[in-house]
């Protein structure tokens, strides 16, 4: 009883106390946007491989699939990074505040401040996080009311798709030493050229082997899906 009637008449923050408790916030935040960047990088190690087995085995179709799920990897570690900086640079914003909210006793208005915050609301990876922290601040008049401007900044999802095709040749080239010009024109499966003596594998032998070739793409394709999500 005594807990909730303590609760319920709990003293109010001061300013500083406000702005360390958003600053822990921000850096917990930031410390797992570092920790989904580790987890997309050790499972494109992963992706890497698979990309030399499949120009191994001439498998165009396979390897350009895999190149390109890389790219979208990478395309998402570089906004990841940029979350990072303007979580980063909202902590110093604030605790540069501090000085300030000793001097006049309350917070002061920031521009921006407002324009960060407004900018990471769109991050799926922490929009929760900046939606309660949007909240405090306008209720302790850090920030103003907000101009929801999603539409226009919105990523135009072609042109994101023409820049990951322009991308797959560098990541072929890079991984497996072979450039999309070099592979077979063919996206169809195909196998290494056998010896002519050597006999042909049994149809049913060969679907399961490429049943199983593509379960493992699939996987690795849900795995990274996973860790960027």
């Given at each position: 009883?005594?807990?909730?009637?303590?609760?319920?008449?709990?003293?109010?923050?001061?300013?500083?106390?406000?702005?360390?408790?958003?600053?822990?916030?921000?850096?917990?935040?930031?410390?797992?946007?570092?920790?989904?960047?580790?987890?997309?990088?050790?499972?494109?190690?992963?992706?890497?491989?698979?990309?030399?087995?499949?120009?191994?085995?001439?498998?165009?179709?396979?390897?350009?699939?895999?190149?390109?799920?890389?790219?979208?990897?990478?395309?998402?570690?570089?906004?990841?990074?940029?979350?990072?900086?303007?979580?980063?640079?909202?902590?110093?914003?604030?605790?540069?505040?501090?000085?300030?909210?000793?001097?006049?006793?309350?917070?002061?208005?920031?521009?921006?401040?407002?324009?960060?915050?407004?900018?990471?609301?769109?991050?799926?990876?922490?929009?929760?996080?900046?939606?309660?922290?949007?909240?405090?601040?306008?209720?302790a008049g850090v920030i103003e009311e907000i101009v929801n401007d999603a539409v226009d900044s919105a990523i135009d999802t072609e042109d994101m798709e023409d820049e990951i095709d322009e991308e797959v040749d560098k990541?072929?080239?890079?991984?497996?030493?072979?450039?999309?010009?070099?592979?077979?024109?063919?996206?169809?499966?195909?196998?290494?050229?056998?010896?002519?003596?050597?006999?042909?594998?049994?149809?049913?032998?060969?679907?399961?082997?490429?049943?199983?070739?593509?379960?493992?793409?699939?996987?690795?394709?849900?795995?990274?899906?996973?860790?960027?999500?």
């Amino acid at each position: 009883m005594m807990d909730r009637v303590k609760g319920v008449f709990k003293p109010r923050p001061t300013p500083q106390e406000q702005l360390r408790e958003w600053q822990r916030r921000l850096r917990q935040e930031a410390r797992n946007v570092e920790r989904q960047v580790r987890d997309i990088q050790r499972e494109e190690k992963n992706v890497q491989k698979s990309i030399r087995e499949a120009v191994r085995r001439n498998d165009t179709g396979s390897a350009k699939f895999l190149a390109k799920e890389i790219v979208r990897s990478r395309k998402v570690i570089d906004r990841l990074y940029e979350n990072r900086a303007q979580l980063n640079s909202i902590s110093m914003h604030l605790g540069e505040s501090v000085a300030t909210a000793k001097a006049v006793g309350h917070l002061a208005k920031s521009s921006e401040v407002l324009k960060m915050v407004n900018n990471l609301m769109k991050a799926p990876e922490i929009s929760r996080t900046m939606m309660e922290l949007q909240k405090e601040m306008l209720k302790a008049g850090v920030i103003e009311e907000i101009v929801n401007d999603a539409v226009d900044s919105a990523i135009d999802t072609e042109d994101m798709e023409d820049e990951i095709d322009e991308e797959v040749d560098k990541v072929l080239s890079e991984v497996a030493g072979e450039t999309i010009s070099q592979l077979p024109a063919t996206t169809k499966r195909e196998k290494m050229k056998q010896p002519a003596d050597a006999e042909a594998a049994p149809p049913q032998q060969q679907a399961v082997a490429e049943g199983d070739d593509e379960a493992e793409l699939e996987a690795l394709r849900a795995r990274l899906a996973d860790v960027r999500s």
